[in-house]
């Protein structure tokens, strides 16, 4: 936003009615949305937090033994939450960064004077419109360890001696599918996101930058990604809160396995709360999440806007 | 981040002012909340006039189809025209989760539970316990493997309803061509030697197939090693663990040992049932042991390839016998029902001996004078004469409370056995150290 | 020259490998179960058939009838949380983008913390609120979940939105007599429209693909969605993967027409409503 516009928006705003009756009006036209969110999240939210201090293994009301901090202290001692929050970092690390490099890449094909333009905005955008469960199914076929596409494919190239586990063999290679995966659908949306961050920087820049005689990569380089550091910041935000929270995909593709190597923070949560009914340990584990998932949010922020400063 | 204007604060970043704020609400809601700890709209159940309105929760998974029980249940209506019952279906990777997350609001009368879960649910109270219901006569006719899937510690809390153990399945033409004869597929031992001359005669890459993908279906096939290896998941007294020791610890060893022998498909390790049940029928494993539902999926012409070429056989013996794992389910009332009088009805007639032998071509009857029905033989003509024997001897998972958490951790420990990453004996000695304060 | 010619395979290769695995969804829909099971895989079916869709259509009951039951459900319930989400969304962010009131910050902050948390935290004490309503297993339950999940996210990228359009048009539409309400409607909404489809697709695509909420909250065809459908589709039909296959196709279409139709919108709508401001 310009200077300008921030000198008549400041205006705007000293126009206004008196200050008093614009909060009244403020908080009513929230109030519809305060009701529908809060409403619906408050009290569970609360109630957990309060189940965390408690130990309730079953899901009745009733007086359990309280535990204070007790939980979160096993949670943290636990080895299991730390290998599944290593797969858990794993997962967002990689497929985030990954869905940036190629979403980068799709964006600047995108922008660019390409025929059929249309037609391929419209291939980029549909990963993005899969749910996220029949993408799941679709690669548990594709990879299927017996009659998968993939090992066909590979076989019948050469590139393969023959018909390989994905999903079974290797906890490493499973957890890597699993990454493929969101990584083939996500980037779909990055892609959108940077495209829009491109589109609004200004030509001039990159005109003044071929007078000055700087190349295609260079004008990248110096224009085009300083000036996406922000839309970065919100890709990065957006998508770590999501694969911080991610859980339908493994639900569907790996169920955790194997030998626990795909198994997530949430996964271990929804285990720990449903099959094991241990609701305080499973609702100590997801207000770690949340800490964990604020934290990151904040570093990522600082750590942008002092780089664009 | 967002910015409106007009605000002098860093962008996107929290504030201590706002960080206070936001603590102050949770801190609010977490009051709100407290007034009633773990609380609030639970529903006491009740009797009810034995009329009116009952809803049931049953899988769409083997056993009994969504067709038979919508049958079943329209029978019973006519009978009992002033119950009316609502049957809802849900996966069985669903049916524990969806148990557990209604019982406060008493959202189900009637469901199916596992085999394993009589002790998680009796003593958490989300199922009611019926031992003063059953009659005496339903103690002695019912076979003694089935009975015993609803008990905990001597009370009865659901009426056993599904019967099931896995059997040994061989695809009779691969064998053939081998050279084996399948009377010698009557031990572990016997297996093996057939595993290996059709492995050494190329008859088939990997003559073995199990399901050992990290669900419970690993425990299921392992139970049934452990029992023929003569080990136990926990001591006597119920208070120790025992399965890193002995036949827990050989029946490990020798899973590990048909994959060392590249005898049993790695993909096993991806593997439920019913990749089980797909490969075989398509002629992909010489050898299987699964549910009874594949005796008629795998002679469907229409859905196998191996049709007339099955032959089902009682689950193989060890050194010490052949039991097949218990993997029964039961009906229960929920203690949260309103209505247990009609559920109750419901329930004593689904698994009453009439109605189980009229279906029981996809799921063999808890009854013991069942298997001496012609029409129930007739059915089945298969499996009948080897369920007989089977269903004699069946060996449990363990009946403990806490059952869900040590099955996790025995998954995790045996794959890690399986993929090579620990010795058996590390893995199960590591799983014992776990699980040691869960049956305490 | 070397450039146009790069951009374009690099196009072309993108296509492939975004296509391909869908190609390879909707041809298990449409072969014969033989030819999928082939090994070697034979790349030119023996059969081809709609049966699969045939079964969907036609089933009466079980799965395939479920699964039809199911696009229903999950067309009215997001429909009904975009608009629901999306009117509360333009309220809240109007206030936030053009009113100045205490807390402001903390009240937008404390919207989207509540994005956060992850559902398995809520869903026991979720489920016990919704059987106090008689809201379990019914689509208004599901409409009610949704929108706390949407609203935060409508509220938001609203107030970004909001806050680009220059605001001497309200003012002269106040001038000439309209209230604050009247210029929302008449001169702030018809400039907002991009955003606005924007943000309804967003809101469409995240009630499409939930999961676990409705995995736990709905348990027949009254409400059950697509998630739901496909997970115990894939959970119980392991045989037949062109089941599975045609399933999953059904369930991508209507996002993936939708998402189609209003795709010229999401640029416009992406840069301003949650990039700038």
Request: glycine content about 8%; overall charge positive; charged content about 15%.
């Amino acid at each position: 936003m310009s200077e300008a516009a921030r000198g008549v928006s400041e205006a705007g705003h000293r126009v206004k009615t008196s200050r008093s009756g614009s909060a009244r009006l403020a908080y009513a036209l929230l109030l519809p949305a305060a009701v529908l969110v809060f409403g619906v999240v408050l009290y569970p939210a609360g109630r957990a937090l309060v189940i965390s201090f408690y130990d309730v293994n079953s899901p009745f009301p009733g007086a359990y033994p309280f535990l204070g901090l007790a939980n979160y202290a096993a949670v943290l001692s636990d080895g299991r939450v730390w290998t599944a929050a290593g797969h858990t970092l794993y997962f967002t690390v990689v497929s985030t960064a990954a869905e940036l490099v190629f979403g980068m890449g799709l964006a600047l094909l995108l922008a660019a004077p390409l025929k059929l333009r249309w037609l391929f905005r419209s291939i980029v955008i549909l990963p993005w419109a899969l749910p996220t469960i029949v993408n799941g199914a679709m690669w548990r076929l594709i990879l299927n360890a017996e009659y998968g596409v993939l090992n066909a494919v590979l076989t019948q190239l050469g590139l393969a001696d023959g018909y390989r586990s994905w999903l079974g063999s290797d906890p490493f290679v499973a957890l890597n599918m699993v990454v493929a995966a969101d990584v083939w659908k996500n980037t779909s949306l990055v892609a959108f996101f940077l495209l829009a961050g491109l589109s609004t920087i200004p030509r001039e820049l990159y005109e003044a930058a071929r007078v000055d005689g700087a190349g295609a990569v260079r004008s990248f380089l110096r224009i085009t990604l300083p000036l996406l550091v922000p839309t970065v910041a919100i890709v990065l935000v957006l998508r770590t809160i999501e694969a911080f929270k991610v859980f339908d995909i493994v639900y569907v593709m790996t169920g955790g396995g194997p030998a626990s190597g795909t198994q997530t923070i949430t996964f271990f949560t929804y285990l720990q709360a449903f099959s094991s009914q241990r609701f305080s340990v499973g609702s100590a584990l997801a207000y770690l999440t949340v800490l964990a998932v604020l934290a990151l949010a904040m570093v990522y922020l600082r750590l942008l806007r002092q780089r664009s400063t | 981040m967002s910015e409106p204007k007009g605000t002098s604060e860093p962008k996107g970043m929290l504030s201590r002012r706002e960080l206070f704020r936001l603590s102050a609400v949770a801190a609010g809601a977490g009051i709100l909340a407290g007034c009633d700890v773990a609380g609030g709209g639970g529903n006491a159940g009740g009797q009810g006039s034995g009329e009116g309105k009952i809803k049931a929760l049953f899988m769409q998974q083997a056993a009994y189809s969504e067709a038979d029980i919508r049958n079943m249940t329209a029978d019973f209506q006519k009978a009992n025209p002033k119950i009316q019952v609502e049957p809802t279906f849900v996966a069985y990777d669903a049916l524990h989760d969806k148990i557990v997350a209604a019982a406060p609001a008493g959202t189900y009368d009637v469901v199916l539970i596992d085999v394993i879960w009589p002790a998680e649910f009796g003593t958490k109270k989300i199922v009611t316990e019926v031992s003063g219901d059953v009659p005496a006569a339903w103690q002695s006719g019912m076979l003694g493997g089935a009975l015993t899937t609803a008990k905990y510690q001597g009370r009865f809390y659901g009426v056993p309803w599904i019967l099931d153990t896995k059997y040994l399945f061989a695809n009779t033409e691969l064998l053939g061509r081998a050279g084996v004869d399948p009377v010698s597929l009557s031990t572990w031992d016997g297996v093996l030697a057939a595993a290996r001359a059709l492995k050494d005669k190329r008859v088939i890459e990997y003559p073995l197939l199990w399901s050992w993908k990290q669900v419970e279906a690993l425990i299921c096939d392992y139970t049934q090693l452990v029992g023929a290896f003569g080990g136990k998941f926990l001591a006597d007294d119920g208070r120790a663990v025992a399965f890193n020791t002995g036949g827990g610890l050989a029946a490990l060893e020798f899973m590990r040992r048909t994959l060392d022998e590249k005898l049993t498909n790695p993909n096993s390790l991806e593997s439920v049932e019913d990749d089980v049940r797909k490969v075989f029928s398509e002629g992909g494993a010489a050898m299987a042991i699964n549910w009874t539902y594949m005796v008629s999926a795998a002679d469907d012409t229409a859905n196998s390839k191996v049709a007339g070429k099955v032959a089902v056989l009682p689950t193989p013996s060890g050194p010490s016998g052949g039991p097949g794992v218990n993997g029964s389910m039961a009906l229960s009332v929920t203690s949260g029902s309103r209505n247990q009088k009609a559920a109750w009805r419901y329930v004593s007639y689904l698994t009453s001996a009439e109605v189980q032998n009229k279906y029981a071509k996809n799921s063999l009857p808890c009854w013991a004078a069942s298997y001496d029905d012609r029409k129930v033989v007739e059915a089945n003509p298969k499996v009948v004469p080897v369920a007989k024997k089977q269903l004699a001897s069946l060996i449990e998972r363990p009946q403990v409370p806490r059952y869900n958490e040590i099955s996790q951790l025995l998954q995790a420990e045996i794959q890690n056995a399986l993929l090579g990453r620990k010795s058996p004996r590390q893995a199960l000695d590591d799983a014992a150290a776990q699980a040691k304060p869960l049956v305490a | 020259m070397r450039y146009r010619v790069f951009i374009h395979a690099a196009a072309l290769f993108a296509s492939v490998v975004i296509l391909a695995p869908f190609g390879w969804l909707a041809y298990s829909s449409l072969v014969g179960q033989s030819d999928l099971l082939a090994r070697p895989l034979r790349w030119w079916p023996e059969r081809v058939t709609l049966d699969r869709y045939r079964e969907i259509f036609s089933a009466d009951q079980g799965a395939a009838a479920l699964f039809r039951d199911a696009v229903v459900n999950s067309f009215l319930v997001a429909s009904g949380t975009v608009v629901i989400s999306l009117v509360v969304g333009i309220l809240g962010g109007y206030a936030v983008a053009r009113l100045r009131f205490p807390l402001r910050r903390t009240t937008l902050l404390a919207f989207l913390v509540t994005y956060m948390l992850p559902p398995i935290s809520l869903i026991i004490p979720l489920y016990l609120l919704m059987a106090r309503f008689g809201l379990l297993d019914t689509r208004t339950g599901l409409i009610v979940v949704y929108c706390s999940l949407a609203t935060p996210f409508t509220l938001w990228t609203m107030s970004n939105f909001f806050a680009t359009l220059p605001v001497e048009l309200e003012e002269a539409a106040r001038v000439d007599g309209c209230t604050r309400l009247g210029a929302l409607v008449r001169v702030i909404l018809p400039l907002a429209r991009p955003g606005i489809v924007a943000t309804g697709l967003f809101a469409f695509l995240l009630c499409w693909d939930e999961f676990l909420y409705a995995l736990i909250f709905t348990s027949t065809g009254n409400a059950k969605t697509i998630p739901v459908a496909i997970a115990e589709f894939t959970g119980r039909n392991a045989v037949d993967f062109g089941l599975i296959a045609a399933g999953g196709v059904l369930a991508a279409l209507p996002p993936v027409l939708i998402a189609l139709v209003f795709q010229r919108y999401l640029i416009g709508g992406l840069s301003t409503g949650s990039l700038k401001g």
